[in-house]
């Protein structure tokens, strides 16, 4: 019998490449793990929209990482519903645990669901990986409830830690110490970012010129007069990601009809570096708010990872990184069209690009799920790491 860690996310394994599936992937080098997404209402739908079986669906990912894709009641997230929704994920984990053979000796909890006691004996992990109260409305949830349950979790769990140094202090409100585990970067998936294909879906003459970009999730945390800044200087605009519903209903259309502007929606991560390859100055252009205040972004590592500029707008993260010329500060739009303009006219010369990515090797992602495997106590199995 293996021992299994259960890894309740904050997204489905399957959406955009974030904290929890980076972290879940490397957590299976050190020990079985079982990846929970969110519990899916059945409002959208009994059938699993991946594989189109029914009810709760268990898959192995690959060796040594399954994934469980609960069910739920309707509104699953009112109040009094919520809870049915965590007794009915709880119950689906530990069947699926007994399908999977494994032991749960570690839980962590990511996401919103309470999971921390599908086992008795497991060691247990509160990962808070975003201001959930603070961003309330950009998951339609309730902010007291996702606060009275964020206190519950606190408190409860063994351990806990956050991603950002703010996070440390509100979890210091809530009467416990946490260990801050920022966000990373996968160094080596960008190796040879400079070789990977040129992407089919922007037009070939990018190629040889320089190239602002952004890659995520284009949603309410993205002050779009930014991206409008940036544009307005007429140099090329790769924008990569998938847009939320309802964001900038107006803007946003008009800020992709320009020439200059390329969106070409969300890719897979196995693909950013084709895209990455095009593009010379990374765009991190967060609006200012508690919940952005709060967080840790992935993408501006992952651009210097990959050897090119980053421009960000002032977040603590940012400031905790530390990365003084390599990660200019912008406070509004024209200071950030500014220093991505400068940006662009660097050359970009391999020194430079060494330079990035030695920073970003700093930060990757196994230095990072070491801190993680240490607070759950996980024995490393055998031969993982060699």
Known sequence: MNDLLVYGGGTRYDGVTGTDRHMADRLSAHTDVLYVDPPRPVRSGLRDPQTGEAGHVLRRVRPHLWRLSPVAPPAAY??????????????????????TGGRVTAVVVAGTTDLLDVAREARTLRYVTDDLV???????????????????????????????????????????????IPNGCDVAAYDT?????????????????????????????????????????????????????????ERWPALVGRPNVHWVGRKPYEELPSYLRIIDVGLTPYAESEFN????????????????????????????????????????????????????????????????????????????VGLLAGLLHLKTREGAGR
């Open 134 to 180: 603070a961003g309330a409305s950009l998951i339609r949830m309730s902010a007291a409830r996702l606060a009275q349950a964020e206190r519950r979790m606190t408190a409860r769990a063994d351990a806990v830690a956050v991603v950002s140094p703010g996070l440390v202090d509100r979890v210091a409100l809530l009467g416990r110490a946490a260990t801050l």
């Open 293 to 368: 205040r709060a967080s840790f972004p992935l993408k501006t590592l992952e651009y210097l990872a990959a050897g090119r500029a980053a421009v960000s707008t002032d977040l603590p993260a940012t400031a905790w990184l530390d990365a003084g010329p390599l990660i200019p500060v912008a406070r509004t739009p024209a200071d950030f069209a500014a220093a991505v303009t400068a940006g662009l006219r660097a050359p970009r010369t391999p020194a430079l690009a060494q330079r990035r990515r030695a920073f970003a090797a700093r930060h990757d992602w196994n230095q990072r």
């Open 78 to 99: 009112r109040r009094g519903v919520d809870r049915v929704t965590a007794v009915l994920a709880r119950q689906a984990v530990r069947a699926a645990v007994r399908k």
């Open 193 to 249: 970012v400079d070789d990977a294909a040129l992407p089919g879906d922007l037009p070939m003459e990018l190629a040889g010129r320089p190239v602002a970009g952004f890659v995520g999730h284009i949603n309410a945390r993205i002050d779009i007069a930014l991206l409008e800044a940036v544009a307005a200087t007429g140099a090329p605009l790769v924008l990569v990601g998938p847009r939320s519903e309802g964001y900038e209903p």
